[in-house]
């Protein structure tokens, strides 16, 4: 690997970890890191295989209230990087992007803990009603250390590396480099009990072995059983739809008595986009461990309270009023920062609300709202659309179509999604949150998406899991192997399946991933070397 590879290298795991959306969307999954370290180091196909191997294991990953259980994107980005220079098998890449991905936690501490001090540069600016002093703080203040903090440890580490490793390897023998393989091959059942954890009511359960059985019984693709399981989901929802939808008023005015009508509003829809903009990009350019989304949220809004507030006094105590502590999840919650913008116009209308109220309201609505998202957005639309196309790499053979698919399909659906919310938010004010959880749609959406993922999962336990006992029994001169002519007779692929559901059933006792990803470790190097796998 030349110098100017690791660099690049180095860029990519900056670009993953970067709070610009783009890259949380894109470059912070292995699937997509993966493939670009691939094309760096001239091995394309090697790199995406990789790195859709690699995402199996972080399909169920998730951050939430601000803590990173484990970094897939220096999971992503390194370990495909020493995997290719090193000629490593996936097996063993997987075996080696774990550990990555826990030391990676370790920069995620760091930039929030920094930035914890960055936040408090905004107070000038604030206090000066600077609109282009918080966006510099927000934006471009944080991001010299996080450069240090990812491009320079990850761009040494990519050189150098790939001598180690090898040495390494030729070091400890084929029986290791076996027992990485063994390891590599369980490692995705703990990804996809994570997600089975968090979507897996008792009423949709059956549709998770129902993915299982077409492919172990049917060998039925991945994409077969992707749109079997969108058909079921769809029944579902139009099945459970009372059928009666209730047409939205021309003209809403909410409780306030705020009429929200273009030609009433001083706030127009190209605000409200711009707004999105900075959020979209920006949000968590400056997250920290004190208040979280605060100055993002403030960079975003910033604009929308200048057009209402004339006087710098005005503006000022504005600014300082969306510092305040703030934390949801980003593309449904959203919707927060759309009632925000209608009770600050509404407040300088007629003062009928006031900056205490606007708090309480923001302050009342990230939580639940956060819990919606949360369980729509991480814990089933990205590991349904990342399993999709990771399964297009791995299981169709269709190569870079799979991350370039990925990331339209998910910058795309999550740019909608936010657009709409914020304009709906916007639109009715505080009586957005009701009208959104009005009648149960919420929870049906969640419900179907929730029928859709476990059909997934499913497949995917079928598919991506590997273990089978290399036990025989002899008699005479005939042999009878325990995988071949027993297990398999009686159900194909039932110890991936016995280790998923073993991975779940740790979990839902409170057993951390991690701990459950060195129990199986172990287990299976103890297993391999007297011979039973």
Known sequence: MSVMQAILVGVVYYLGSAPWAIGYLTMNRPLVAGTVVGIILGNPIMGVTIGATIQLIYLGWMSVGGA????????????????????????????????????GTLVWFGRNTFNTLIMRLAKKPTDNADIKGIWRVNVLAPQPVLLMMTLLPVSLAAYYGPGFVQSALEFLGDQVLRS?????????????????????????APFFFLGFFLVSYLNMSMIGVSAFAACAAALYYLGSNPGKTEKAPETVENEAGQDNTESSSIITKKDLLYAWFKWFIFSHCCINYERFENLGWTNSISH??????????????????????????????????????????????????????????KTGLMGPLAGIGDTLNQAIVYPVLLAFCASLVLQNNLGLIGPVLFIVLNVGFMAIQSIYFINYGYRFGKEAVTKILKGGAMDRIITAAGILGCGVLGALSATYVYLSTALTYSSGETAISLQTDLLDTLMPKLLPLGVTLLCLALLKKSISPTKIMLILAAAVIVLGLIGII
Request: aromatic share 4%.
């Open 180 to 204: 990485m393989i063994l390891i590599g091959g369980v490692l995705p059942a703990v990804g996809i009990a994570l997600n089975l954890k968090v979507i897996m009511k008792r009423s949709i």
């Open 304 to 361: 929308i309270l200048a057009k209402l507030y004339k006087t710098k006094e005005e503006l000022s105590e504005a600014l300082e009023r969306h510092q305040e502590f703030f934390n949801t999840e980003p593309y449904i919650g959203i919707v927060i920062m759309g009632i925000t913008a209608a009770m600050e116009e509404q407040k300088v209308k007629n003062e009928t609300v006031t900056g205490e109220a606007i708090t309480a309201v």
């Open 68 to 103: 990173q259980p484990s970094d897939p994107a220096l999971a992503g980005t390194l370990g495909t990087a020493l995997a290719v220079a090193s000629n490593l098998d996936i097996g063993a890449a997987l075996a080696l992007a774990v550990p990555l991905g826990m030391l």
